[in-house]
């Protein structure tokens, strides 16, 4: 992972200008070199689709192979032995169990991530002189330019360690919650690889909440002041409610980058086949984490299930990407009539 | 008199919610902080010119030796070949779509583009996976690891040269056609240079992030020990991957060549961000700084 701040959310509201669609006014006609580079461009752009079709197509074919010889139904089964390795070959596998474990590291992810993401944010934005806050914002970047390996090395080797603490804390404050009882032993555990999640999202949710914030409409702000309120009250007042929708955003698309994170939640992992609920012991298993273990022991069909998964991993950060757009997009109408 | 003096509880709240903030800043950094430092002081025992410079060619696990040679070398290849072909074609399409695109290829295109965007990296791995391996038939190389590294860094870099393209000013384009040039070395000559620094800024920032993608990887390049320089056929190391294999492993010889691995691919990918970030900033105009 590296600092690809999304764009579109940051864009501001004034588009930019059209660009120039005149000919050169001397010739009516446009050059052959005219003709020849705008040919070219077209072509990429076309090319761009050849090879989504061309991969989408290969990907399904795969997925639905396996799942015609799948014994057990591909949605609801806990099970995962596509090669039948443990029913003399009989292929059963099921997309539940990752598909849960999946969401559960992903939402906790969120709820530890997000608040800290948004906090840093008003700090940077609202209360630190401006090149300060963009001194921090660079620094808080650097955490999306570490790549998701070492993550999962500093997840496994650093952290996991200090998470057994943490996690028998909470057990003892919360255990009469089911999900937060445990065996007696802690870490490696869907906790652990949610609070790494967190730290993974922190910098995207973090500089798209900076950009949103930033441009809140002076006089607003100003307003809030002339009313006589505090700092905080002028937050409260102006910042949030001008932020809300885009920063809603930010945080959906987080929760979409931790549905697909692999290596890290890999690493961290100690996967366990079938459901797991309890969330502070060691096990769990995510759709991502599943294809990265079970990739180098899967024979042909196991291959083809792991892509099945694959595709409905590709479904799921399909719809949540389609979610925060429509946040996005329905605040922008509002704010248009 | 309440509008200068607000209440105590007020004052309180006020203070609180700065803390937070403040507090939540400190929260972000302490694992940067502490990635930053483990990697450094444990990667630094097995660092050096040795380790850069040697494979794991014939290197039991056990063995406090070997090093990353054959895995930095096919990182190295894989990514070029990936933003070799990424960038030409990537400037293509932003072009298009900033200089000619109308209608429904350019929303296509756009639409797309999104969609990889928030493509989940595993899944790009699985796309080359179905598609080059499985449907062509192709054997594991360093190539369809590139494939799959292409698609991850293609939408980052269209967004941002698209991004940059839209900055540069309509009056410059003007200009140019009002000169009688013709508008394909109007925008050679004119808007493409006008964009460039950025351009180049976004390039280097999608090829740091496809540097350290190891998912993808896992599925397409197989496993090698030794020196492979040709990225087209058999098994390719990588070093995202050596990173975890070695952390795969209990023994603390391979635990240390893993750290040391780490410590490599942060040095490479910090240096492509910090680059990229000084042309943006050297090249922003004054007041933006």
């Known amino acids: ?64 192979n396996a799942i015609s010889q799948d014994k057990v139904n591909f949605l609801t089964s806990f099970a995962w032995d596509p090669d039948g390795n443990n029913t003399n070959g009989v292929p059963t596998f099921g997309i539940a169990a990752i598909a849960w474990g999946t969401l559960v590291t992903s939402v906790v992810g969120v709820l530890l991530g997000a608040p800290v993401a948004i906090g840093v944010a008003l700090f940077i934005t609202q209360y630190v002189p401006r090149k300060l806050g963009s001194f921090f914002g660079y620094i808080v970047d650097l955490l999306a330019a570490v790549p998701s390996v070492v993550y999962g090395l500093w997840g496994l080797l650093v952290l996991d360690r200090h998470m057994s603490g943490v996690s028998k804390l909470i057990e003892d404050v919360l255990g009469w919650i ?35 914030y930033k441009q809140t409409p002076r006089e607003q702000i100003e307003a809030a002041y002339a009313l006589g309120a505090t700092k905080w009250e002028m937050i409260r007042l102006a910042v949030l409610p001008y932020g809300r929708s885009g920063v809603t955003s930010a945080v959906i698309l987080g929760f979409g980058r931790a549905l697909g994170e692999t290596i890290a939640v890999a690493m961290v992992l100690t996967t366990v086949p079938g459901l797991v609920t309890r969330i502070l012991q060691p096990g769990g298993n995510t759709i991502a984490a599943n294809i990265a273990v079970q990739f180098g022991e899967a024979f042909t069909t196991g291959r083809q299930a792991l892509i099945a998964s694959g595709l409905v991993l590709f479904l799921m950060t399909l719809i949540v990407n389609y979610v925060a757009r429509l946040v996005i997009r329905r605040s922008t109408n509002k704010a248009g009539a | 008199m309440s509008l200068s003096h607000p209440s105590p509880i007020r004052k309180a709240k006020n203070t609180a919610a700065m803390a937070a903030m403040g507090l939540a800043l400190v929260v972000a950094l302490i694992p940067l902080v502490s990635i930053l430092w483990t990697v450094i002081l444990k990667g630094a025992k097995d660092f050096n010119a040795y380790f850069l410079t040697h494979s794991m060619r014939n290197v039991a696990e056990q063995q406090d030796s070997g090093g990353a040679y054959h895995a930095i070398l096919g990182t190295l290849e894989q990514v070029g070949i990936a933003a070799a072909i990424t960038i030409p074609l990537s400037l293509l399409v932003a072009i298009y779509l900033v200089e000619y695109g109308r209608g429904r290829l350019a929303q296509a295109v756009t639409f797309f583009v999104d969609v990889m965007m928030g493509l989940p990296s595993i899944v790009a791995g699985l796309f080359i996976l179905s598609f080059w391996i499985l449907g062509l038939g192709y054997q594991v190389s360093g190539f369809a690891a590139s494939l799959a590294l292409l698609i991850l860094m293609m939408p980052v870099a269209i967004r941002s040269t698209e991004e940059m393209l839209r900055l540069v000013s309509p009056a410059l384009r003007e200009a140019s056609y009002a000169l009688g040039v013709p508008k394909w070395r109007t925008i050679v000559k004119v808007v493409l240079p006008t964009a460039l620094p950025g351009i180049v800024t976004g390039m280097m920032l999608g090829i740091a992030r496809i540097m350290g993608e190891t998912a ?55 240096l492509l961000n910090l680059f990229a970030r000084l042309i943006a900033w050297w090249k922003a105009p004054a007041a933006a700084r």
């Open chain 2, 216 to 270: 993808p990887v896992l599925l397409l390049v197989g496993a090698a020990n030794s020196i492979n320089g040709n990225p087209f056929s058999d098994p390719q190391g990588s070093l995202p991957l050596f990173v975890f294999n070695e952390s795969q492993n209990s023994l603390q010889a391979a635990i240390d060549r893993g750290w040391a691995a780490a410590l490599t691919l942060i040095i490479i990918v910090m």
């Open chain 1, 1 to 64: 992972m590296s600092s690809d701040t999304p764009p579109v959310l940051a864009e501001p509201e004034g588009q930019a200008p059209e660009p120039v669609r005149a000919r050169s006014a001397l010739t009516e006609k446009a050059g052959l070199g005219d003709r020849a580079f705008a040919g070219s461009a077209r072509a990429a752009a076309v090319f761009i689709l050849v090879i989504m079709a061309a991969i989408a197509g290969f990907l399904i074919y795969q997925a639905v």
């Open chain 1, 178 to 212: 089911p999900m937060f009882k445990t065996n007696g032993t802690y870490g490696s555990s869907m906790f652990t690889a949610g609070v790494v999640l967190a730290i993974m999202i922190l910098p995207i949710v973090a500089a798209i909440s900076r950009e949103i």
